[in-house]
């Protein structure tokens, strides 16, 4: 079975300053990790997916699978940043596979 | 670009009354997943089709059944309700490469 932990329920950093939401996961195969946020009262939204390698508003994740991490990281946080972020699972060799979601992190970015 | 539309946006229900859930997938999506999210909790994995056919199951409750019809679209039918079923209940949908897309959710009240 797949678990996603997110330790920090909640972060709160100044603007400006770097940021680091902390996703771990526990799963025997090869996983597909994802991150979602959330801004308020809006739909989750995809911010990174391990295999795209991009940066998406400035964040980026990389996938240690040594570590069994996929930290999301931001070197200047900003004010719109503040959201709830979840990171998600998906386990591997599926195609058409369900999330499994850690417990989140609300971000909170102060001026 | 279209969204995932889900309806109704807001639920209010009596115990041991039912209730319908729909789900209208991105065009061109052929698989759709449903997630219960229950206050404070991160979302959970219930049910998904693909292509008209169930795809996988979480913990979804005997009282619960979901289908997907020939438009793609789905339907989250809860009868007997019950006070734990209040809940954030979302709906995603993904498309060959795979990113699930998610709609705003219904929220289901039950007193």
């Known amino acids: 079975a797949q678990r996603v932990t997110q330790p920090e329920k909640l972060l709160s950093v100044f603007k400006g300053a770097p940021v680091e939401l902390k996703c771990n996961y526990s799963?025997?195969?090869?996983?597909?990790l994802f991150w979602y946020v959330q801004y308020s009262r809006q739909r989750l939204q995809l911010l990174l997916r391990?295999?795209s390698r991009e940066s998406i508003k400035g964040f980026t994740a990389d996938l240690n699978k040594g570590e069994t991490s996929f930290h999301l990281k931001k070197p200047f946080a900003q004010e719109e940043d503040s959201a709830m972020y979840y990171c998600?699972?998906?386990?591997?060799?599926?195609?058409?596979?369900?999330?499994?979601f850690g417990q989140g992190t609300i971000l909170t970015v102060h001026p | 670009a279209a969204g995932v539309i889900q309806s109704p946006r807001h639920l209010i229900k009596e115990k041991r009354e039912t209730a319908t859930l729909k789900c209208y997938p991105i065009?061109?999506?052929?698989?759709v997943y449903w997630y219960q999210q229950g206050p404070g909790q991160d979302p959970q994995f219930l049910i998904s089709?693909?292509?008209?056919?169930?795809?996988d199951k979480g913990s979804i409750p005997d009282r619960f059944s979901a289908q997907q019809f020939s438009d793609y679209h789905s339907e989250l039918n809860m009868s007997s309700l019950e006070l734990g079923d209040s809940a954030l209940y979302f709906c995603?949908?993904?498309?060959?490469?795979?990113?699930?897309?998610f709609g705003p959710g219904t929220r289901l009240l039950v007193l």
């Open positions: 089709f693909y292509e008209k056919m169930q795809s």
């Open positions: 995603a949908s993904s498309s060959y490469d795979e990113t699930q897309y």
């Open positions: 065009p061109r999506h052929d698989t």
């Open positions: 799963y025997s195969g090869s996983p597909e």
């Open positions: 391990h295999i």
């Open positions: 998600a699972l998906r386990a591997g060799g599926t195609s058409y596979g369900k999330l499994t």
